[in-house]
């Protein structure tokens, strides 16, 4: 009985650590590092494929998006339902990001602007 009850704690962490670590890094954070050392490659990556869309972006599965409101449209339809960071419209030109993570004072709200300079969109 112990050692089931000593698996099963042991099996709790190790989900607990995991989901923290897939979704710690996941949004956008504010000043130089991951998140917007992405915009640079959505850029390269936009100029590179020839087709125009934008790919490598977090919880993207594999797709690549020719505009921000389709990949906005696709995080909050894929992302959202599997406890992934979605963005919320809440203005005419502001998004608040949606996390599990319990949020610390104000939450988070890009711009268009912000959104599509971190992401490397055009339009």
């Not at 490598?56 to 906005?72: M, N, R, V, W």
């Amino acid at each position: 009985m112990l050692r089931e009850l000593n698996c099963g704690v042991v099996l709790a962490v190790l989900v607990a650590a995991a989901c923290a670590e897939r979704t710690e890094g996941a949004a956008p954070p504010a000043g130089r590092d991951k998140g917007n050392a992405m915009s640079d490659d959505a850029a390269t990556n936009e100029a590179a494929g020839g087709d125009g869309l934008v790919r490598d972006l977090p919880s993207s599965f594999g797709k690549g998006f020719a505009t921000l409101d389709e990949y906005l449209a696709h995080l909050q339809q894929y992302a959202g339902p599997v406890d992934l960071p979605w963005y919320r419209k809440v203005g005419p030109d502001s998004y608040e990001l949606v996390t599990t993570i319990v949020p610390r004072g104000q939450p988070k709200v890009y711009t268009r602007a912000e959104l599509m300079r971190q992401y490397g969109f055009t339009r």
